[in-house]
């Protein structure tokens, strides 16, 4: 058949199709998109950058743990696959498709998402080969001391460790290696290092390059760091950091210095939120927190970001900025927000979320919550594949995708006589704590029995504190009498959340003991599972009594063909044996007068009493 006589074909299934189905979806066929929907329907999930993320995704973890030979093939096989498929793919719509049809098929997704997962590989397999080749790699291995010239690569990390009350004593400090000097050889490389080091490393600022001297030695499997150096002496500084980081610290330190006017829970707190500074933050309110599953408030992330953005929008939009500059003023106050508080993981999942859903709301593209997080997980994993094996990060992009799926859903559920607001507090923390659960559970075995609750007490006061905050900070710089009463404010509202955290850790088994590993995984994901069905059933009493009835139904109605078949078994099917043994048995209209006496089991079948064997008396011959 000639392309034309295909083409008048599908134009005629064309024309039939536009007769049989309603004049606004024909309407929607003419230009071959859809066109949005009426107000009372709800806009289908776009689906197709799952694949690609999640090959991206599957790409970055197996970068941690095969060799860098095993990644290279891995990534040609990738390749090959992906341009199979798109060939194929060209080939079908030329003899199949009219041209300008079928661009969205499942091939090009897929050709697309191997792609992708090839390119991560290959970043991958760069990595991997500093950490397994060359010198740097055979000195770790040998476990032997040097002497480094290091570049700090994000802020450092306090360890609690235990017998220290008084607070963290060591630091981890995650540093790029400038040049490194063991046994009198000099090399010169750049790998990843993580440093563990005493009270001076906390001082350290991304960006700077300080000299530190320890030993080497291995990381643990499927860690993104080429060694670990355990320092043995302060770090010698060697040159300042670049001017945003210095000044970031500088003003971290200043506001820290600054709200030491508030009470002990709120001068320690507020850092915490606004730039995720804990340095002075009490001990016992630590544990509160980690006990009432509160910890994520002081780990700046996707709802600090959100409400900054939202808060610099709706500033440009005041000053009657049009939609592309506000945009722009919004993701600049962004990346300098993140430089504040330092390129975390969660932080730059944040920052790259945000600013996608903000230029593709600056270009009408708005309402597609899931494919923004899909780019901004295949934009940070070619960055940086090792952020996919980063807890963090994937509890970060959880709850996330959470609120994206489920929270929308769990809102909309909400009885009209229930406030928007009030639906959005609960829905928002339930959401990312469903799908969040079974990670958490794998990291710190324990139920927070409380934390929906406290959560949602402290989500009005966490916005407050955020935006007076974060507004405080640059007051600083300026004239740090106008940051007194903005810091008064967002101190009155961090001292509530840390009552909050105080005061459902104080409540009866605020913590439950939980399995560990995978079995405690799959009880927390069903827990996960009853708790969504339990909301669906509450916010719809009646669907569910229908529903519950009609289980009823069914259920009585197969019990009485599962009788009926005990009944005429042999007859109807000759395989099988019969359920009972004549109509009624086991009923308790035909027993016996053996009833109620406890007879030997079986019972007899007729009512004559049993012959029994004579018994002889002991001793008797």
């Known amino acids: 058949m000639s392309t ?79 341009a199979a498929l798109l060939a194929g793919h060209r080939y079908g719509r030329r003899t199949v498709r009219p041209v300008g049809r079928g661009g969205r098929s499942f091939p090009a997704t897929a050709a697309v998402a191997l792609a992708l997962a090839a390119t991560v590989a290959a970043h991958a397999a760069v990595a991997a080969g500093q950490r397994t080749d060359g010198p740097l790699a055979d000195a770790v291995a040998a476990g032997k001391s040097v002497v480094a010239l290091v570049e700090v690569a994000a802020t450092p990390k306090a360890l609690n460790l ?8 060591r630091w981890a400090v995650p540093v790029w290696t400038v040049e490194i000097s063991t046994g009198g050889v000099l090399v010169r490389t750049r790998a990843q290092l993580l440093v563990m080091g005493g009270g001076a490393w906390g001082a350290a600022v991304p960006g700077q390059q300080l000299r530190a001297a320890g030993k080497l030695r291995a990381p643990g499997p499927g860690s993104l760091e080429t060694g670990i150096l355990a320092a043995s002496a302060a770090p010698a500084t060697m040159s300042d950091g670049a ?18 006017f ?64 506000a945009a722009g003023v919004a993701l600049g106050g962004l990346g300098l927000f993140v430089v504040l508080v330092g390129p975390e993981a969660s932080v730059l999942r944040a920052a790259v979320m945000g600013g996608v859903a903000v230029a593709a709301l600056a270009c009408g593209r708005s309402g597609r919550g899931l494919s923004f997080l899909c780019l901004a997980v295949i934009g940070l994993l070619l960055v940086d594949p090792g952020l996919g094996g980063s807890f963090g990060f994937l509890l970060s992009v959880l709850a996330t995708l959470g609120i994206i799926v489920l929270g929308r859903r769990l809102i909309e559920w909400t009885p009209a006589a229930v406030p928007r607001w009030m639906a959005a507090a609960v829905a928002v923390p339930l959401s990312a704590q469903l799908l969040c659960g079974p990670v958490t559970v794998l990291l710190q075995p324990g139920f ?55 005061l459902a850790a104080a409540l009866p ?78 009923r308790v209209g035909n027993s016996t ?23 002889w008396p002991r001793g008797g011959t």
């Open 162 to 169: 235990a017998g220290h009350s008084s607070g963290p004593q």
């Open 448 to 502: 927070s029995t409380y934390s929906l609750l406290a959560n949602v007490l402290a989500a009005p006061l966490v916005a407050p504190v955020t935006l007076l905050g974060t507004a405080a900070v640059p007051m600083l710089a300026v004239a740090e009498w106008w940051a007194v009463p903005l810091i008064a404010g967002a101190g009155l509202f961090s001292a509530g959340v840390a009552a909050i955290a105080r």
């Open 243 to 260: 001017g945003l980081n210095a000044a970031a610290a500088d003003l971290r330190a200043r506001f820290v210095a600054a709200c030491r």
């Open 593 to 615: 007068k053996l009833s109620g006496r406890n007879p030997r089991w079986p019972l007899r079948k007729n009512g004559h009493p049993a012959h029994r064997q004579p018994t």
């Open 4 to 82: 034309s006589a295909r083409q008048r074909r599908y134009d005629a299934f064309l024309d039939l199709r536009r007769r049989v189905l309603p004049a606004a979806a024909a309407a929607s066929l003419d230009d071959g998109k859809a066109k949005p929907a009426g107000p009372g329907t709800r806009r289908r999930t776009d689906l197709r950058l799952v694949l690609p993320a999640l090959a991206a995704w599957g790409a970055a973890v197996a970068g941690l743990w095969l060799p860098p030979l095993a990644l290279g093939f891995a990534c040609c096989l990738l390749l090959a696959a992906s």
């Open 262 to 325: 508030l009470g002990p829970d709120a001068s320690g707190l507020l850092p915490g939120l606004v730039t995720g500074d804990t340095s002075a933050l009490d001990e016992d309110l630590v544990v509160a927190m980690k006990s009432v599953g509160m910890t994520h408030l002081t780990a700046v992330s996707g709802a600090n970001c959100s409400l900054v953005l939202g808060g610099l929008l709706v500033a440009a939009r005041r000053f009657r900025l049009p939609r592309v500059p």
């Open 509 to 586: 088994a605020a913590t439950v003991p939980w399995a560990e590993g995978i079995p405690g995984v799959l009880s927390m994901a069903l827990l996960s599972a009853l708790t969504f069905g339990a909301v669906w059933a509450s916010v719809r009493p009646r669907r569910t009594a229908r529903m519950v009835l009609a289980c009823h139904r069914h259920t009585e109605r197969l019990l009485a063909q599962l009788e009926t078949w005990g009944r005429t078994g042999p007859a109807r099917f000759p395989g099988r044996r019969r359920l009972a043994g004549r109509p009624g048995h086991g």
